[in-house]
């Protein structure tokens, strides 16, 4: 049985250091009520300047630590980026890469993000990694060689073992825009997205890795989404940042 994963994507907010205290406060004692499943992980993906902070206020808390991006050298002569070797020093276990937002306005490629990933797995972060295919391509019929050639191509050179990986599945139309993929066709992709893991690597890889949803994820949508088979867990963009409505998410996920 896989461990269920809910991540937020909190992306370029909240914009002061007090909401960002605030939500982590407000997200912890939502939890403490909470009952608690052990086989259940929060990871809060939060902006870089806040690393620091969030690391100090999750200390002693069971939820962990993410990062939204990471570059694809370890250190160097690479003004603004941030390193997968840093990101491990402030506590951070998981790093999101590849998202579409940083593909589609950021001009990442899926090299590029095989890179970070192959950087981010020597530095021991879990890379969080996005695929998904635009409305367009959805709408032409090519979601699936979409999804295939971005797990093969963001994948290669990496070494996975089924614990050190987490793949998001979240089709570009339906981030932030209140569309929902349905459960059944989500479902569908993440179980194509776990068999392409199993040829690239094997049977009991594709079994053990977390494949998570995303997209314009709700309280209201979750548990729908986490009854289904390949689907075990969610990156949560908007929703996260509004605590109640996260709480639910984690709560309804945990069942
Ligand atoms: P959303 O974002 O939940 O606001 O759609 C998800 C994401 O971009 O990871």
Same mark, same amino acid.
């Given at each position: 049985m896989r461990n269920k994963l809910i991540a937020a994507?909190? @992306?370029?907010?909240?914009?002061?250091r007090l909401e960002a205290v605030n939500l982590i406060e407000g997200i912890k004692t939502e939890i403490k009520k909470t009952s608690k499943n052990p086989r259940q992980e929060v990871v809060l993906c939060v902006p870089a300047i806040y690393l620091g902070l969030a690391q100090s206020a999750l200390l002693g808390s069971e939820i962990k630590l993410g990062a939204q991006n990471s570059y694809? *050298? *370890? @250190?160097?002569? !690479?003004?603004g980026e941030i390193s997968a070797l840093m990101l491990a020093e402030f506590g951070v276990q998981y790093v999101v890469l590849g998202h579409s937002e940083r593909r589609s306005? !950021?001009? *990442?490629t899926d090299e590029m993000v095989s890179k970070k990933s192959q950087i981010a797995l020597r530095n021991n972060l879990i890379p969080i990694l996005c695929v998904g295919e635009s409305l367009e391509q959805r709408e032409n019929n090519l979601t699936d060689s979409v999804i295939i050639s971005q797990i093969t191509k963001s994948l290669e050179n990496n070494k996975i073992n089924g614990k050190n990986l987490v793949i998001a599945y979240e089709p570009v139309w339906a981030i932030g825009t209140g569309k929902t993929c349905s459960s059944e066709e989500a479902n569908r992709v993440c179980g194509l997205i776990r068999a392409e893991v199993q040829k690239l690597y094997s049977e009991e890889i594709a079994n053990q890795t977390l494949i998570l949803y995303g997209g314009s994820v709700k309280a209201s949508t979750i548990e729908e989404q986490m009854? @289904?088979?390949?689907?075990?867990g969610a990156l949560v963009g908007?929703?996260?940042?509004?605590i109640e409505e996260f709480a639910q998410i984690i709560l309804k996920s945990a069942k």
């Open positions: 994507n909190w @992306k370029l907010n909240p914009t002061s694809l *050298e *370890e @250190k160097g002569a !690479f003004t306005l !950021f001009g *990442e009854q @289904k088979s390949d689907i075990d908007g929703a996260s940042l509004v």
